[in-house]
């Protein structure tokens, strides 16, 4: 499975952007995805999971009602909607997918794809 994310970019605090995540090679099914993000001299951390069979997501406390993670089956994509982003917010953010399961644990995924910058100003 290749992972190609994108839709990162500069944005002022309070405003909004939506990552993607489009799989190739291989689709997602029977797999959930997940966003993890690094921020510079931070360990990579998990942001949210989409179950690619049930729709059920979780999110990282930080990241509740402000953030969306969602999937187009048809597409073969995963986006994640992140609103009032925040300074702390700023990172790069990576997909990840190759877990049957549901999980927070960065390493139960196979796949990654090669990240996208966020960068919030105050």
């Known amino acids: 499975v290749q992972l190609q994310a994108s839709g990162g970019g500069l944005v002022q605090a309070g405003g909004s952007l939506r990552l993607s995540c489009a799989a190739s090679?291989?689709?997602?099914?029977?797999?959930?995805v997940a966003w993890f993000r690094q921020a510079p001299r931070k360990e990579r951390e998990f942001v949210a999971v989409?179950?690619?069979?049930?729709?059920?997501?979780y999110y990282a406390d930080f990241v509740k009602g402000r953030f969306t993670i969602s999937r187009d089956n048809a597409k073969n994509t995963v986006y994640l909607q992140m609103n009032s982003l925040k300074p702390e917010d700023t990172a790069v953010y990576y997909c990840?997918?190759?877990?049957?399961?549901?999980?927070?644990?960065?390493?139960?995924?196979?796949?990654w794809g090669q990240g996208t910058q966020v960068t919030v100003s105050s």
């Open positions: 990840a997918t190759g877990s049957r399961y549901v999980t927070r644990r960065e390493n139960d995924y196979d796949y």
């Open positions: 090679g291989r689709p997602f099914s029977n797999y959930a």
């Open positions: 989409v179950s690619w069979t049930t729709y059920n997501a």
